[in-house]
Nanobody
Framework: QVQLVESGGGSVQAGGSLRLSCAAS????????MAWFRQAPGKERVGVGT????????YYWDSVKGRFSISYDVAEKTMYLQMNSLKPEDTAVYYC?????????????????????WGQGTQVTVS
């Protein structure tokens, strides 16, 4: 059974930092495209960033560029989202996702419908 499990969410004041983790189990995701999405109350799920696990190349949506950073630990099979300079508009449930079929080029900015595996989400609240 393939599983993605997020952790690290919580409440923080504006300007603060949080680091989210997404641990993969049941399948080796070291050659996959992985991503972070978020969904605020009453809004659609939107992209935060993607990372192509084999080379660590990351892509960020404009709303988080320069503030957020994605990394992937091959040994731990864990993706991280470092969030700095948090704003109230960053408040959302954050989801990690993975896909085995996306190429390196296809991974950059891939939309949510490309991803077949999802975590349960973790709440981030910025006040």
């Amino acid at each position: 059974q393939v599983q993605l499990v997020e952790s690290g969410g919580g409440s923080v004041q504006a300007g603060g930092s949080l680091r989210l983790s997404c641990a993969a189990s049941g399948y080796t995701y070291n050659r996959n495209c992985m991503a972070w999405f978020r969904q605020a109350p009453g809004k659609e799920r939107v992209g935060v960033g993607t990372i192509y696990a084999p080379d660590g190349n990351a892509y960020y949506w404009d709303s988080v560029k320069g503030r957020f950073s994605i990394s992937y630990d091959v040994a731990e099979k864990t993706m991280y989202l470092q969030m700095n300079s948090l704003k109230p508009e960053d408040t959302a449930v954050y989801y990690c996702a993975a896909d085995r079929s996306l190429s390196a080029n296809g991974c950059d900015g891939a939309r949510s419908y490309y991803f077949g595996s999802w975590g349960q989400g973790t709440q981030v609240t910025v006040s």
